[in-house]
């Protein structure tokens, strides 16, 4: 049953439908290769190849600034991410499955459209976003006790893709998590659950699936407390 169910669904992908239209049958979903939600697509393969210049990514950035701040900081209350630290290659990869249409983001759309941005600026801005760093402080959750955020981000395992220090994984393009704002993260868990954010890998999707709300608070709570994983003792 669990077969026929996701096949329709592997079917519907291969039609151009959304692929994540059924939540009871995304929930069941394969894992790993060939997966259309963590697809590797011909433009992040070429940028992925190309040599991220630090300081004409400064520059480039200044197209980026008027959402994501002077020093990629972000927005305090989450509405936008904070870029400095984040792996060059989740970098590369999200703005490019933005480009593929892969996730959804209208706002930004016409700033990081291939009208906008060469693929060689991408990698530029890419390299400088991940060694800047900023004197701003992110968005923290409410509540300065992270024991039970601690307890879920360890007993659900997302510490073997994201990290203990929050770090995420370069190689794999796992974003680093520690000192993103509250905000940010905790829409990003809701979205990735509720199947609104569509590129995420099966294995990220499955492991907030059941999670509720308030779970997802104390994680995102956890999360926003840690320092930038460069600083933390490994
Ligand atoms: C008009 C506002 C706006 C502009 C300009 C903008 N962004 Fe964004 N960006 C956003 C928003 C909003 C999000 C979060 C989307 C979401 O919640 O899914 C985002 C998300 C991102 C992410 C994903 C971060 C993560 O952790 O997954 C990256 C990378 C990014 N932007 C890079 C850029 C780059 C590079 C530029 C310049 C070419 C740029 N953005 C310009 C609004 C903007
Ligand atoms: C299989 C590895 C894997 C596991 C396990 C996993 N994640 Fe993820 N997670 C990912 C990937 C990959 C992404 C980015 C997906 C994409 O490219 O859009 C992501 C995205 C996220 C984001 C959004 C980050 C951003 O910058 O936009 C948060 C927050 C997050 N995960 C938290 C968690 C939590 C909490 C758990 C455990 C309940 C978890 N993840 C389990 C791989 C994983």
């Not at 290659?89 to 996730?103: E, F, L, P």
């Not at 209208?106 to 291939?114: G, I, L, N, V, Y």
């Not at 868990?189 to 099966?202: G, K, Q």
Request: glycine content about 10%; overall charge positive; charged content about 25%.
């Amino acid at each position: 049953m669990r077969r026929v169910a996701w096949c329709m669904v592997a079917t519907l992908a291969l039609a151009g439908q959304p692929v994540l239209a059924d939540r009871t049958d995304a929930a069941k979903g394969p894992d790993g290769a060939g997966h259309d939600w963590y697809r590797m697509t011909p433009e992040r393969a070429d940028i992925l190849k190309l040599k991220g210049r630090p300081d004409p990514g400064r520059e480039a950035f200044r197209g980026c600034r008027g959402c994501h701040k002077s020093e990629g900081e972000g927005l305090i209350d989450g509405t936008y991410p904070r870029l400095t630290g984040q792996h060059a290659s989740v970098i590369i990869k999200q703005v490019t499955d933005v480009r593929a249409g892969i996730r959804v983001n209208p706002k930004m759309e016409p700033f990081a459209s291939d009208h906008a941005m060469s693929r060689q600026e991408i990698a530029d801005i890419a390299a400088f976003l991940s060694a800047a760093e900023t004197t701003k402080e992110n968005g923290k959750g409410p509540d300065p006790g992270t024991k039970e955020g601690k307890a879920l981000y360890e007993g659900r395992m997302c510490h073997t893709c994201h990290g203990a220090r929050g770090e995420g994984d370069r190689i794999q393009a796992y974003p680093a998590v520690a000192g993103q704002h509250y905000g940010y993260l905790l829409r990003e868990m809701e979205h990735i659950r509720d199947r609104t954010r569509s590129n995420s890998h099966p294995n990220m999707v499955r492991a907030v699936a059941n999670l509720s709300r308030q779970q997802l608070e104390e994680i995102a709570n956890y999360l926003s407390r840690l320092p930038d994983f460069r600083k933390a003792a490994p």
